[in-house]
């Protein structure tokens, strides 16, 4: 009986909210976000990622790697003016020159545009040098991640393990940790050092409740049937990175952007 009543909770959870939020919609149809970042929409479908992990306007939310800034260019706007965000990845302080170099880049974007990024906080990510400096302990209401956890492998999961728990540490108790990742088909074996990008869904929903946190639901809003994670390149084949140049591009393009889970974790 437990394990149904836990069945019909995850398949509850999973369901579209039951308010449209207005002020996320404008967000992600804002003006401000570059015409190469609206195009990928069609595959990271940021709206029903977003509200399935229950984002408010008023939050304060945690953005682990935010890269290029495709998904900041939602939240800043999104929470600007009754909640936070911190953006937490390479910062120009860095110690390390090619990591100082990417967290000038991305500041430079923030800075160009006032009026939407003016109030986002940087925070320092690096997980491979110990980095973890972006909230006190208990201060987030939700830390989200996109396309990353396969950045934090390493022989003996010691590294991921580590953000695991710097995650766990920075959010409120019944605060959320979301996780969009590329998914290796249970069939095939991962390599330790998830080298093609991709990973098995069951490996990361065992290491986040290894680290304390409860699977709330998993949603198939990313999800792609196409892509069978079988490519030369791995991951970075595919659309937009098309790492083979033009070998195959036809194929790739075909299949679109890779298969993905989504994931949402809780700390009790």
């Known amino acids: 009986m437990q394990r149904i009543l836990a069945a019909a909770l995850l398949a509850a959870t999973c369901s579209a909210p039951a308010f449209a939020d207005d002020a996320l919609k404008a967000a992600i149809g804002g003006s401000h976000r570059s015409a190469d970042n609206v195009k990928r929409d069609a595959y990271r479908h940021p709206y029903e990622t977003l509200t399935f992990f229950g984002i408010r306007p008023e939050m304060t939310v945690v953005e682990l790697s935010p890269g290029g800034g495709w998904y900041t260019e939602i939240l800043a706007p999104y929470l600007r003016e009754r909640g936070k965000l911190v953006a937490a990845g390479a910062t120009p302080e860095s110690k390390a020159a090619n990591v100082a170099k990417a967290g000038e880049r991305f500041k430079q974007k923030l800075d160009a545009n006032s009026a939407v990024f003016g109030k986002v906080q940087l925070g320092a990510f690096e997980p491979g040098n110990g980095v973890f400096n972006y909230g006190a302990k208990g201060s987030a209401d939700m830390v989200l991640t996109f396309r990353n956890v396969h950045n934090w492998m390493e022989p003996g999961d010691a ?26 088909p249970a069939g095939k074996t991962q390599d330790p050092t998830a080298s093609s990008g991709y990973l098995h869904e069951a490996y990361v929903i065992r290491m986040a409740e290894a680290a304390g946190f409860r699977l709330a639901a998993k949603s198939e809003v990313n ?13 970075w084949a595919l ?12 194929k790739y393009a075909a299949i679109g952007e890779s298969d993905r889970m989504t994931l949402k974790f809780v700390k009790p």
């Open 159 to 184: 590294r991921l393990k580590g953000v695991l728990k710097s995650v766990y540490d920075t959010l409120k108790p019944g605060g959320v940790f979301g996780v969009v990742e590329h998914r290796l």
């Open 239 to 250: 659309p937009p990175t098309y790492a083979n140049k033009e070998v195959d591009r036809e």
């Open 223 to 235: 999800a792609n049937p196409k892509d069978m994670a079988d490519h030369q390149g791995g991951v």
